[in-house]
């Protein structure tokens, strides 16, 4: 009984904390951009969750790239991120404690926009301005990080996740609102705690922001977001862990000379279906050439 309660609780905080909030778009991923830009970042991710008999935190140094081209007339990109994570869990009731740290299951990500967001050179993308863009992605995270069977905290999932997702985004004089919706769809982890199989049911959510630009490169945005599903079970039998999340949270962006941001991003669970609730941060700094 305590392997499997122990157990149930890893996944849930795993699968909250780590991909619900850290492996969103965010605020103004679809705008358009120039054919040709390299876009370079450093995140640092921090996450607090509780659920009363634990506690948990996770920490994560990731590296980004991502490169736009034209598909169809439209700008699009290409890239993938590789996290290195730490992550601790303690259950006082159970008198357990664990950590580890390792590298993360890579991300590759390809999205385009299908309307008003036209393949512009550098020079062309001066006299741009957004009006209504309508885009879409792909993401994919493949089972390469860190993992053993026989741990209950792991920095990799040992499965694949597909995330799909539907963007609208417009532009009004100098606000932006937005809205996301998107679907994970999870395989089957076949070495759960030994040789348990551990699957998960799809898990929707959607994501909106409200953005204003204060200058050129330098704007603030309120972002909610919403996610629902993912009910897991190990060898058939459910869990009762479907999510059912409201997040809130701000997105501050400042542009520091021309090719260069740093972004502040807050997300907070303000309510859960569960007892657990997360807090995160994430800090950015970009380079672009």
């Known amino acids: 009984m305590r392997k499997w309660l122990i157990g149930w609780l890893c996944l849930f905080i795993m699968v909250l904390s780590g991909q619900a909030h850290g492996g969103e778009a965010g605020a103004r991923a679809y705008g ?3 054919v040709g830009l390299n876009v370079m970042e450093l995140l640092y991710f921090q996450s607090e969750t509780s659920g009363g008999a634990y506690h948990s935190t996770t920490k994560a140094g990731v590296l980004r790239y991502y490169r736009y081209f034209e598909l169809f007339g439209q700008a699009a990109l290409i890239g993938g991120y590789i996290p290195y994570a730490s992550a601790d869990l303690s259950i006082p009731a159970f008198g357990f404690y664990e950590k580890v740290k390792g590298i993360g299951d890579p991300t590759f990500v390809i999205g385009m926009d299908i309307f008003g967001a036209p393949a512009l050179s550098l020079q062309e993308f001066d006299g741009y301005e957004q ?9 994919v995270i493949a089972p390469l990080g860190r ?5 209950m905290l792991n920095p990799g999932g040992n499965r694949w996740v597909f995330k799909p997702e539907l963007a609208i985004s417009k532009a009004i004089d100098s606000w932006i609102f937005e809205v996301f919706g998107h679907y994970h ?11 348990l199989i551990h699957e998960q049911k799809g898990r929707w959510g959607v994501d909106t922001h409200l953005s204003y630009t204060i200058k050129p490169g330098t704007w603030v945005s309120l972002d909610y977001l919403r996610q629902w599903g993912g009910e897991t079970s190990i060898n058939t039998r459910p869990q009762g862990d479907k999510v059912r999340d409201t997040t809130i949270g701000f997105t501050v962006n400042v542009g520091l000379f021309e090719s260069n941001a740093m972004q ?11 007892l657990s609730q997360s807090k995160s941060f994430t800090l950015k700094f970009q380079q672009m050439w």
Not at 147 to 151: A, C, G, L
């Open 32 to 34: 358009n951009a120039p």
């Open 147 to 151: 993992y053993d069977q026989n741990r």
């Open 264 to 274: 502040f991003e807050y997300r907070d669970d303000v309510k859960t279906r569960s």
């Open 185 to 195: 769809y999870f395989t089957r982890n076949h070495q759960y705690l030994g040789n």
């Open 131 to 139: 009006d209504l863009i309508i885009g879409g992605s792909l993401q």
